[in-house]
């Protein structure tokens, strides 16, 4: 049975083949073609992946009729007018994070899906996984009560990336504070309900990236290349129009005692706290002065989050449903980010 939605991919890199699962297993889709700047990146995309149509030219498949998705997976700043064009074109748009790295092009690019009709999605995979669709469902019976306080990490323990795509502030737009922060942002506000930010105060530095001899375990281990100019540290306050608060903080180089990764969030409501990703709520009884945790039961996840990310995507657009990740939401996470780099510059608060 031929599959009624064609998807073309454009950036043929690391994160484009976690989507391939996806789009395979969606009943509605399959990948028709394929492009990247660089030539054997998509020539070897194309028979690691049995596509008959590769290009370095990704005007080519925009504008071929025949295509319906178009999947953006190249590095932040050619997001947005690759984006725009699929969308003026009239192709639905699934798009790496973060969906650009300013919320003035974020903006345009919802201009753009508006005008177009089709949906926009940015690629926030880590709301697909099992814990965070349980966390999410938990706070949504209204256990927390009213959220008043949140607070996030993502920290890296030398685990800097190395790529031009991610050190030079030309190609990603910054460090970790839009690489990662990204996500545990956009997890964070997803889970208060999306209140709307009004201010911030943040820091955004290289501290240890230009330090002699600093290294990174990224990839088996390379030095920092000295061409690095973006942040590798960056922490925020964040107040909210509804009264909440967040502390964020973010690094992908840090003196942490956690080896690798640390992704960890606490919310703190007028009847409950959470934990993600423990997903535990802490409760207590007035009436016996009791205080107790309980732990969400998780079923084991039966597909990566990368790839249900575009299976849902699909079935949205089958269903004439809303994009899974609203563009909104998406611009909301970039405007305290960037107030963070204008936090920074400003040396106080900036108001959103
Ligand atoms: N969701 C996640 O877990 C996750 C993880 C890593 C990266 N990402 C995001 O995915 C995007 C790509 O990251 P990656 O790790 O795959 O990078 P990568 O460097 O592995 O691949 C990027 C590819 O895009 C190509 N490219 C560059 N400019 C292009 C253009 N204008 N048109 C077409 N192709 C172009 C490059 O040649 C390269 O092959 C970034 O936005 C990044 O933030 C998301």
């Given at each position: 049975m031929s599959r009624t939605l064609k998807v073309a991919v454009i950036g043929t890199g690391g994160i484009s083949r976690t989507h391939m699962p996806g789009w395979s297993a969606s009943p509605h889709t399959e990948v028709v073609a394929?492009?990247?700047?660089?030539?054997?990146?998509?020539?070897?995309?194309?028979?690691?992946?049995?596509?008959?149509?590769?290009?370095?030219?990704?005007?080519?498949?925009?504008?071929d009729p025949d295509i319906d998705i178009v999947d953006i997976c190249t590095p932040n700043m050619y997001h947005g007018e690759l984006a725009i064009a699929a969308l003026n074109a009239g192709k639905h748009v699934i798009c790496e994070k973060p969906l650009a790295p300013t919320p003035a092009e974020i903006r345009r690019m919802i201009e753009a899906r508006d005008r177009s009709g089709k949906l926009l999605m940015t690629a926030q995979h880590f709301r697909f996984r099992g814990s965070s669709k349980a966390m999410k469902a938990e706070i949504g019976t209204g256990v927390l009560g009213d959220i008043y306080h949140a607070r996030s990490w993502m920290l890296r323990r030398y685990i800097a990336p190395t790529r031009p795509g991610f050190i030079l502030k030309e190609h990603s737009g910054g460090g970790p504070t839009i690489d990662i922060g990204v996500h545990i942002l956009d997890l964070t506000l997803w889970f208060m309900g999306n209140p709307e930010p009004v201010s911030v105060t943040g820091v955004a530095r290289a501290e240890l990236a230009h330090q002699p001899g600093m290294f990174t375990a990224w990839a088996g281990g390379n030095l920092i290349p000295p061409e690095y100019d973006v942040e590798d540290f960056a922490a925020a306050f964040v107040r909210f129009a509804n009264g909440a608060t967040l502390m964020l903080e973010v690094s992908w180089l840090l003196h942490h005692d956690t080896p690798g990764e640390d992704m960890?969030?606490?919310?703190?409501?007028?009847?409950?706290?959470?934990?993600?990703?423990?997903?535990?709520?802490?409760?207590?009884?007035?009436?016996?002065?009791?205080?107790?945790?309980?732990?969400?039961?998780?079923?084991?996840?039966?597909?990566?989050p990368h790839a249900l990310e575009c299976v849902e995507f699909a079935q949205a657009i089958v269903d004439g449903a809303p994009s899974p990740v609203p563009a909104e939401q998406s611009l909301q996470v970039m405007t305290i980010l960037d107030g963070i780099y204008r936090s920074q510059q400003t040396g106080g608060e900036v108001r959103l």
């Open positions: 394929a492009s990247d700047v660089y030539e054997p990146a998509v020539v070897k995309f194309g028979e690691d992946f049995n596509i008959g149509r590769v290009t370095t030219r990704a005007e080519e498949i925009i504008g960890q969030m606490w919310l703190y409501g007028t009847r409950a706290g959470c934990h993600w990703p423990k997903c535990e709520v802490y409760e207590s009884n007035l009436a016996t002065r009791q205080q107790y945790n309980k732990t969400l039961k998780l079923t084991a996840d039966t597909m990566e």
